[in-house]
């Protein structure tokens, strides 16, 4: 491990400032109702009955844009909005049009604007594009092998055409994985192996530490220690070395020492939010 963290330090220094890590908020635009049935997220409605959580309302949009207007005095320069949609054809051009809205006026702040929605058809990412969206958030979560394992509601096919319709309108890619799903290590190796090999690199490697819900299916599982993601940040940072890898859900669980590891290892972001 000691000689991957050091080879991955080398490289991140070849293509990164190693002082530099960008501060990153999100917020949960639209939360709960979710009709996916992933077995880690609380969002899902497949699990609302064990979970507690009620499917809301879009958020106003003068509240995001406020939000994001302190996320900025604070000294973020990455708006990150998230939507508990399949995508919005499931929901409709009204409520498509609302984040449209929401993407434009907050991207003339000035900030990198991020959304996490879904699906989408090749004519809603240039929708989002046209919009001003700056990066597109799409996870793979786990491997194509262990996909199956994680939802039912759709194939790691789907994720891949949507970072395929998100890459052909321009938009910059983020898209990582989960850790701790009950995948084998062949699995982290099979997502990593996915990421680095698609056309291009995403611009943007998020890398999760599966944070346990009750209620969902899988709050029994236990977390990745902070080694393993240490090992998991290191190895991205080689495979896609230009890419921003972002130390993302799960950071909070880790140990200050395991935190600096992650960030000698390669990793140069990080996300903040209540919401």
């Known amino acids: 491990l000691l000689e991957l963290v050091f080879d ?3 490289m991140h220094r070849q293509f990164h400032n190693p002082r530099q890590v960008q501060q990153c908020t999100l917020l949960s635009i639209k939360t709960g109702g979710c009709p996916e049935d992933c077995g880690y997220c609380a969002q899902s409605s497949k699990h609302s009955k064990t979970t507690g959580l009620k499917a809301e309302r879009l958020l106003d949009y ?64 240039l929708a989002l594009r046209q919009a001003g969206l700056t990066c597109y958030n799409h996870n793979l979560d786990t491997s194509p092998e262990f996909y199956s394992q994680v939802t039912s509601t759709r ?16 938009i910059s890619v983020c ?30 490697v998020p890398v999760n530490a599966l944070v346990p819900v009750k209620g969902t299916p899988m709050e029994g599982h236990t977390p990745p220690s902070g080694l393993e993601m240490v090992r998991c940040v290191a190895t991205a940072r080689i495979l896609m070395p ?9 950071r909070l669980s880790l140990s200050a020492a395991e935190q600096a590891m992650c960030f000698l290892a390669g990793a140069n972001s990080v996300f903040t939010g209540d919401k």
Not at 175 to 204: F, K, M, N, W, Y
């Open 155 to 170: 194939k790691y096919q789907d994720r891949l055409d949507t970072l395929a319709a998100v890459r052909e309108a321009g």
């Open 175 to 204: 898209s990582g994985g989960i850790i701790g799903l009950g995948e084998q290590e062949q699995d982290r190796v099979g997502l990593l192996h996915t990421l680095a090999t698609l056309p291009e690199h995403p611009e943007s």
């Open 242 to 250: 230009a890419s921003m890898v972002r130390l993302s859900a799960g």
């Open 62 to 125: 003068e509240y995001v844009y406020h939000e994001a207007v302190k996320a900025r005095d604070s000294g973020s320069t990455r708006f990150c909005m998230g939507a508990a949609w399949r995508g919005p054809s499931q929901v409709g051009p009204r409520q498509f049009g609302r984040v449209l809205e929401m993407v434009s006026r907050i991207r003339g702040l000035g900030m990198e604007v991020c959304t996490t929605l879904g699906m989408l058809t090749p004519q809603q990412a």
């Open 8 to 10: 991955a330090a080398s």
